[in-house]
């Protein structure tokens, strides 16, 4: 293992720390709301993607990801203790059951690429839930969190100890999605103060 791999993994596991910390303590003091549906397919893919990534040799760079996963399911079960905030309807349900229903589904193949083009897509409904949250109250969430998830995929891909379809997917995607949810809710703020609809 080349040490550079190491350095980039720590630093992208430095970012993982550096998104979550101030997105926890912006949900005490109740000024974030997750959606607990969505926290709760990523914490899940995110963690089985980590062990499909070390399967296929990803090595250092998969490492932020599978700490991603287990801080994820933490926020998930904060997402919950603070549901009453948050309004779930019919299809949020909806993809709520997509997402776990499909989630088995990895076991089925012995192939990881498989199970990762599955666990992301997982990921992308589990993100639906939020998107709809989020244009309908675009100041319910951190957008410095999305930021940092994105630079820190960035990382974790540059430091993979093997590149393949298998390994980068996932990580890429994500990172995509982030950023576009990032310009999504920054134009629904811009829309809600024009109309005066400040939280």
């Known amino acids: 293992m080349m040490w550079w791999r ?6 992208a596991m430095v970012l993982t720390f550096a998104a979550f910390l101030p997105y926890i ?17 990523w ?4 963690f089985v993607v980590f062990l ?8 250092a760079g998969a490492w932020p990801i ?26 949020d349900w909806f993809f709520l059951i997509s997402g776990l229903s499909a989630l088995p589904a990895w076991a ?3 192939d990881p690429l498989w199970a990762v083009v599955i666990l992301t897509t997982i990921d992308v409904i589990g993100f639906l839930p939020t998107f709809r949250k989020s244009i309908h109250d675009p100041f319910a969430e951190n957008m410095g969190f999305y930021a940092f998830t994105t630079a820190r995929n960035v990382l974790a891909m540059a430091a993979l100890e ?26 629904q703020r811009g829309r809600h103060r024009r109309h005066g609809l400040l939280p």
């Open 6 to 11: 190491e350095v980039l993994s720590a630093g």
């Open 25 to 41: 303590r912006s949900i005490h003091d109740g000024r974030t709301r997750p959606h607990v549906f969505s926290w709760l397919l």
């Open 43 to 46: 914490g899940s893919t995110t």
């Open 52 to 59: 499909a990534q070390l399967v296929d040799g990803g090595g």
């Open 66 to 91: 599978g700490l991603a996963g287990i801080v994820t399911l933490y926020v998930a079960a904060l997402a919950y203790s603070h549901r009453h905030s948050v309004t779930i309807t019919r299809s």
């Open 108 to 110: 089925l193949t012995a």
């Open 162 to 187: 093997h590149f393949s379809a298998t390994t980068l997917l996932f990580p890429a995607v994500t990172g995509f999605l982030c950023l576009i949810f990032i310009a999504v809710t920054l134009v």
